[in-house]
């Protein structure tokens, strides 16, 4: 079973963007959840995590401008991106952490771009 993440798109520079992600209720409850992302040519990388009970992490790069958020009851992990800027261009991705190859879905594609 692969994550699906949804809610990418085509954004100006400064616009805003919130991805969602749904996981199956065993597996979301007991997991600290991630964002990751990976840009053309770069390594995937986390941007922001989220522990069962809430409490988020995120990259530098991110910090100030992203909040990761979770519904149990609903088993979605959301990531709510604000002052977005080309350089957050990349193929979103959420998996656990750590990740788990299986559950690697295709991602959802954000593009920052006047």
């Known amino acids: 079973v692969q994550l699906q993440a949804s809610g990418g798109g085509l954004v100006q520079p400064g616009g805003s963007l919130r991805l969602s992600c749904a996981a199956s209720?065993?597996?979301?409850?007991?997991?600290?959840m991630g964002w990751y992302r990976q840009a053309p040519g770069k390594q995937r990388e986390l941007v922001a995590r989220?522990?069962?009970?809430?409490?988020?992490n995120y990259a530098d790069s991110v910090k100030g401008r992203f909040t990761i958020s979770r519904d149990n009851a609903k088993n979605t992990v959301y990531l709510q991106m604000n002052s977005l800027k080309p350089e957050d261009t990349a193929v979103y991705y959420c998996n656990t952490i750590p990740s788990i190859r299986t559950l690697w879905g295709p991602g959802t594609q954000v593009t920052v771009s006047s």
């Open positions: 209720g065993s597996m979301f409850r007991s997991n600290v």
């Open positions: 989220i522990s069962s009970g809430g409490i988020g």
